[in-house]
């Protein structure tokens, strides 16, 4: 159970995150709404000619990845959420220490802790050193 956070601050959180996802959902199905009016839109320009076929694609693919991070966005809320089920929420996913509440407040769908999330970034990071 993740005792240093009250259960009024757990009921807080829960609030933010419903919000949150509600909102998410909400962008995701207006772009799904508009990616399909695109797509119709598209194969009656292609009708007309194909010579555009390059900046059409070009588009969908930003487009694709501006959604494809919304609903990496919804996920993490999702997984918070069920966090907050389990009990476990507001502990660290690596190594199980808690989460600073300042981190949790800022970011609540956060899942590492500060060490465990830079360290997680600085893999990511790896082949790129920076030298000051
Ligand atoms: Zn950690």
Do not use: F, W
């Not at 509600?22 to 598209?42: A, F, I, K, N, P």
């Not at 693919?61 to 809320?77: D, F, K, P, W, Y």
């Amino acid at each position: 159970m993740s005792s240093y956070l009250s259960s009024a601050q757990l009921k807080l959180i829960k609030a933010e995150l419903l919000e949150l996802l509600t909102s998410l959902r909400d962008e995701v199905g207006s772009e799904l709404d508009d990616r399909q009016g695109e797509r119709v839109h598209e194969v009656m320009k292609e009708a007309h000619d194909s010579g555009d076929e390059a900046t059409a694609e070009l588009e969908s693919t930003i487009s694709l990845a501006h959604m494809s991070r919304h609903l990496q966005e919804v996920g993490e809320c999702q997984a918070a959420l069920q966090r907050l089920e389990y009990g476990t929420y507001g502990l660290c996913v690596d190594c199980g220490e808690e989460i600073e509440l300042n981190r949790l407040k800022a970011t609540p769908v956060s899942s590492r802790c500060l060490s465990c999330q830079s360290k997680e970034e600085h893999e990511h990071r790896e082949n790129h050193h920076a030298s000051m």
